[in-house]
């Protein structure tokens, strides 16, 4: 199996590692002897298969996460004047699509537990001009939806669901992706499942669907734009974008999806090991799961105690990096990125609890076919590192 990340002959475990079978060659490889290589058969199989799973009538696939959250919220028809309420901690593809569609974002503080909004807080901060909310599964953890999805129902705006992270979790019994009017996965390599790069919308609302697959390809028709032979190819009835994913990348993910069951038990069971290693750690917080939920792990993040600064916390992530072991800070708040700064005029304390929490996260290396040795050696230097830390604090 080959590893992106790591380089050969070293010890190195690398924070994430994409797990590519022969079976994923072998598809790809058909692909490439057809020669169709876009706007073919293996993205519609693709397609039905995360609509199936996610419950959803409609899948579109797209060239990433990103591209899929913009043609979102184009397709609800969000622009300028309009308020998005969504998360000030995730990953900034999150929210930069809301500035993308010349919309407003309007962050809402985290729950301190889950790590996903507080649906209090989102209550509060809608107003007549909130368009819409996007929610995101932080780290696969499907926490709150329900009370989101109330939320919603009630102001009568739509639920986008950015499950990006969170491929196969569920909320008592109910998938991710079947929560809101609309919802988008990411395949980038990082993720529960992969295809290179690459992204679906899902949806059971065929208007949506269509105005979607018509942005995905430069705004042709919607009922004809599967097709490179239909006459209306070179008609644009709208501004469209080529989000496209090709049958190469597609090829991937349906194979992929299939073992889809197979990947997420995998990902369990390392996030186990990592529990029975580093639980009773009086430095370290694990990560909590209500048990409504079925978890499906995108990263294992654990966070220091409050004691912890983020000086500190930076100190244990390059000593580990120095240790070859694969760290990073999941996630920086987005309110805090330079130009949300410049932009909205955003300070240090504006959302504290998102702040508090993201200054002592520290993701570990997580994969499918982590080994317990490999877990424990991550555990060890992490240990080591914190140990460091105190001695030099005095
Ligand atoms: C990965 C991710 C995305 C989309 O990422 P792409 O790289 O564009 O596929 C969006 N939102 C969140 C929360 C993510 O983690």
Not at 45 to 50: M, P
Not at 231 to 260: C, D, K, P, T
Not at 294 to 300: D, G
């Amino acid at each position: 199996m080959s590893n992106q990340h790591a380089s050969s002959g070293s010890n190195e475990i690398p924070l994430s590692r994409p797990d590519i079978t022969e079976a994923e060659i072998e598809a790809v490889s058909a692909v490439l002897r057809s020669g169709r290589l876009s706007i073919g058969p293996v993205l519609e199989q693709f397609e039905k298969q995360i609509a199936a799973r996610t419950g959803n009538d409609y899948g579109v696939g797209c060239s990433s996460g990103t591209a899929g959250l913009h043609m979102a919220l184009l397709a609800l028809g969000i622009g300028p004047g309009d308020e998005v309420v969504t998360t000030p901690f995730s990953f900034i593809a999150s929210a930069n699509p809301i500035l993308m569609v010349g919309a407003t974002p309007v962050f809402v503080d985290i729950c301190p537990k889950t790590l996903n909004m507080d649906p209090a807080l989102v209550e509060r901060a809608i107003t007549p001009r909130t368009r819409a909310i996007i929610a995101v599964e932080t780290f696969g953890n499907p926490a709150h939806f329900d009370a989101y999805v109330q939320i919603a129902r009630k102001h009568e705006i739509p639920l986008v669901e950015d499950c990006c992270e969170a491929l196969g979790c569920a909320l008592r019994g109910r998938a991710c992706g079947g929560f809101g009017r609309i919802g988008v996965f990411g395949f980038y390599p990082n993720k529960q499942i992969t295809t290179g790069e690459g992204g679906m919308i899902v949806t059971s609302d065929k208007r949506l669907a269509e105005l979607c697959r018509s942005l995905r390809s430069q705004g042709r028709p919607t009922g004809e734009v599967a097709s490179a032979g239909s006459v209306n190819w070179l008609q644009h009835e709208r501004l469209g974008y080529n989000f496209r994913m090709s049958e190469i990348n597609a090829a991937l993910g349906v194979v992929q999806m299939r073992r889809l069951d197979e990947i997420i038990e995998k990902r369990q069971r390392v996030s186990e090991m990592y529990t029975r290693h580093l639980a009773g750690h009086p430095d370290v917080i694990l990560p909590t799961l209500e048990p409504e939920s079925v978890m499906s792990w995108f990263v294992f993040v654990v966070r220091l105690t409050t004691g912890y600064t983020a000086a500190e916390r930076d100190r244990i992530i390059a000593g580990l990096q120095r240790h070859e072991v694969g760290s990073r800070d999941y996630f920086p708040c987005i309110h805090l990125q330079p130009f949300y700064r410049r932009l909205f005029g955003y300070k240090v304390g504006d959302y504290p609890i998102a702040e508090a929490v993201s200054s002592r996260t520290i993701a570990l290396p997580f994969f499918n076919d982590m080994s317990e040795r490999e877990v424990d050696h991550v555990c060890r230097t992490l240990d080591l590192m914190i140990k460091r830390e105190g001695l030099s604090r005095g």
